[in-house]
């Protein structure tokens, strides 16, 4: 089946630098993937939508000079965290539009 | 915003007993689906049920929807300490948009 692949699994930073997370569709073609964040021992909340060719589409109160958001080709989506700070430390997983691939999630945390 | 509603927010059982948790929802949808999330992981597809069913199974699994009350459930039959996660219920935005809402989640402790 359609696989997911997202990496990196965690990464720890320093507040004021940024981090990329990528997702990739290993076996299919995927002109969105939708990003969500995850607090500890809450929802996930969907941040974004990115749209391969065009500018990605942002949830009401997600800040988009703060989440870059690139569909960079058919099988790859960017989110890069600019700026992190210590609230930003969460979860952070894509998926695919096929709703059943989700991504293994980063585990971000901003110190 | 989150449409989906879970109770109960957390459920602990023995193993071997049945676990049933809810959902709720506010608006129409076109299906429904439900996810594991093991502590710190992804997110496991378990099943996904339109909104012209009723009742899917999927081996120890049973989901049923009422979209009359916009409430679905799911059942997991004969319960494994493996089965320890949180489970979440999602739902499309409609409109053929693939984009989900997620409930709160339900955490499942299963005792052995």
């Known amino acids: 089946g359609a696989v997911v692949s997202q990496h990196p699994s965690w990464v720890i930073c320093k507040s004021g630098t940024s981090v990329k997370i990528e997702c990739r569709s290993l076996?299919?073609?995927?002109?969105?993937m939708f990003w969500y964040r995850q607090f500890p021992k809450q929802s996930l909340m969907l941040m974004a939508t990115?749209?391969?060719?065009?500018?990605?589409?942002?949830e009401q109160g997600v800040e988009k000079d703060k989440f870059l958001i690139n569909h960079a080709s058919l099988t790859l989506s960017t989110l890069t965290v600019t700026s992190a700070h210590p609230e930003d430390s969460s979860f952070y997983i894509c998926?695919?539009?096929?709703?059943?691939?989700f991504g293994q999630g980063t585990r971000l945390t901003v110190v | 915003s989150q449409q989906g509603e879970e109770d109960p927010q957390a459920l602990s059982i023995q193993e071997g007993e049945n676990a049933t948790m809810n959902c709720s929802y506010k608006?129409?949808?076109?299906?429904l689906q439900w996810y594991r999330q093991n502590s710190g992981r992804g997110l496991v597809h378990l099943i996904l049920?339109?909104?012209?069913?009723r009742e899917k199974h999927s081996g120890r699994l049973r989901v049923t929807l009422d979209t009359s009350k916009k409430s679905s459930s799911l059942l997991i039959t004969a319960s494994r300490a493996a089965d320890t996660a949180s489970y979440f219920c999602?739902?499309?935005?409609?409109?053929?948009?693939?984009?989900?809402?997620f409930g709160q989640g339900t955490r499942l402790t299963i005792n052995p």
């Open positions: 990115s749209n391969e060719g065009s500018k990605a589409t942002y």
């Open positions: 076996d299919f073609q995927a002109t969105t």
């Open positions: 608006t129409s949808i076109n299906n």
């Open positions: 049920i339109r909104s012209n069913e």
């Open positions: 999602a739902t499309d935005a409609g409109r053929g948009a693939q984009k989900l809402v």
């Open positions: 998926s695919a539009p096929r709703q059943a691939f």
